[in-house]
């Protein structure tokens, strides 16, 4: 009979490992995916964790805390960045991280439940270099930790009827930082321009009072955009450093065409937009279709 605890629940695993076995032969990659593991497990440890089990590249953890898990967690991908014997060509070897908290039974040196699906799941929705959660686990963040995590998107994982946020963790200090930009008062930041956004008679601007401004096909969205291609939470524009960024979330990714004819694609990344031009979701946008967005900085 097994013992219901409340924990955070953290998967980590490394990505592209099959390719790594392609690329580099059994015993290179082998070793290199040992070294992660072995990063994984030290970090977990330090941070009152227990390693629950590993599968191949991937391990399973739990943790006491949601912030001792994103402490792990953050410490994993430091050390897999920085660590000499992780370099392949000019390309490092990333791991991806997903977390949850919840109630989990545990039995037999293992746990299970839905808590555990969903941590998983967060895993698979990560990218390389990424830490994503849920909103159960950032509720019992600490503040500092809290402040560090944004939402992206919402999607509807394997095995449950309802949508779930998606935030990443943003564990890296120079992305914290970029989030509230410090200012000296010998040094003060230029003010700020404006975004203006338009579309099929909406217009939003993005300036110092509305510094975040999301699109997408979902009601709750500042600018509501309709189409099979694009995703309920599909990008946003917000302000960093006093430029004007834009950041897919979406599944179908977003395509900027700049006045001066600059085409650019970006899904689950992010640009800086300048000037004037016109932005597609999901498509490149074509200037005599009604679904184009047209943005336009102004001083």
């Known amino acids: 009979m097994g013992n219901e605890v409340e924990v955070a629940i953290l998967f980590a695993d490394v990505v592209g490992s099959t390719k790594l076995y392609e690329q580099l032969g059994d015993l290179r990659a082998r070793d290199m995916v040992g070294i992660c593991i072995d990063v994984m497990r030290g970090a977990t440890e330090h941070h009152h964790g227990s390693v629950i089990k590993t599968m191949g590249d991937e391990v399973m953890a739990t943790f006491p805390t949601a912030d001792d898990a994103l402490n792990a967690a953050a410490q994993m991908q430091r050390e897999i960045t920085t660590h000499p014997g992780l370099k392949v060509g000019e390309h490092a070897v990333a791991i991806r991280i997903g977390c949850n908290f919840g109630r989990v039974v545990a039995e037999q040196r293992d746990i299970f439940g839905s808590a555990v699906h969903t941590a998983n799941r967060m895993t698979s929705q990560a990218k390389a270099g990424q830490i994503m959660t849920t909103a159960t686990m950032v509720e019992r963040l600490s503040s500092e930790w809290r402040a560090a995590v944004r ?37 003060r930041a230029p003010r700020p321009q404006r ?14 009072a509305r510094s975040n401004v999301s699109i997408g ?10 189409g099979n291609l ?34 650019s694609f970006l899904r689950r990344d992010s640009m ?9 979701l999901g498509r490149a946008p074509d200037s005599n279709s009604s679904q184009v967005i047209r943005f336009r900085c102004e001083e």
């Open 151 to 187: 939402q992206i998107d919402v999607a509807t994982l394997k095995g449950r009827s309802s949508e779930v946020a998606l935030y990443e963790v943003l564990w890296q200090p120079e992305d914290v930082t970029s989030m509230v930009p410090t200012i000296s008062a010998r040094e």
């Open 217 to 226: 096909r979902a009601e709750d969205n500042d600018l509501v955009v309709k």
């Open 272 to 280: 800086q937009i300048r000037g004037e031009g016109l932005i597609g």
């Open 195 to 208: 975004l203006r956004l338009r579309y099929q008679g909406q217009e939003v601007v993005v300036d110092e």
């Open 230 to 263: 694009i995703s309920r939470l599909h990008a946003r524009v917000e302000i960093s450093r006093n430029k004007f960024l834009l950041v897919d979330q979406s599944t179908n990714g977003t395509f900027v065409v700049a006045n001066d004819g600059e085409e």
